[in-house]
């Protein structure tokens, strides 16, 4: 088991930039592939970015490539999303998902943030 909570959501205008943050306890973090996804009310839930369990690989949803940078610090248990160059578009609730090594689904979730940027 592991458990994560995110951190770092609000309000902020566009242009602008905000950092999350998703903490883990419970199991070696480094055993965790992790991704970021987002749902915006009445929109399907989507992929944002993910990083490898070293680190050592990232990949990421169009939309937010050269915007938003992923990384992690596994000494620290956290994971974060550097998000720059807001849009109104990426209004969502953020979800900060774990893979388990060896499993093809991400099996843990957190409880998801708010972040909002407006005009």
């Known amino acids: 088991q592991v458990q994560l909570v995110e951190s770092g959501g609000g309000l902020v205008q566009a242009g602008g930039s905000l950092r999350l943050s998703c903490a883990a306890s419970?199991?070696?973090?480094?055993?965790?592939?992790v991704a970021w996804f987002r749902r915006d009310p009445g929109k399907e839930r989507e992929f944002v970015a993910r990083i490898s369990r070293s680190g050592g690989h990232t990949y990421y949803q169009d939309s937010v490539k050269g915007r938003f940078t992923i990384s992690r610090d596994n000494a620290k248990d956290v994971v974060f999303l550097q998000m720059d160059s807001l849009k109104l578009e990426d209004t969502a609730v953020y979800y900060c998902?774990?893979?388990?090594?060896?499993?093809?689904?991400?099996?843990?979730w957190g409880q998801g943030i708010q972040v909002t940027v407006s005009s």
């Open positions: 998902a774990a893979q388990p090594t060896g499993s093809n689904e991400y099996e843990y």
């Open positions: 419970g199991r070696t973090f480094s055993d965790f592939a």
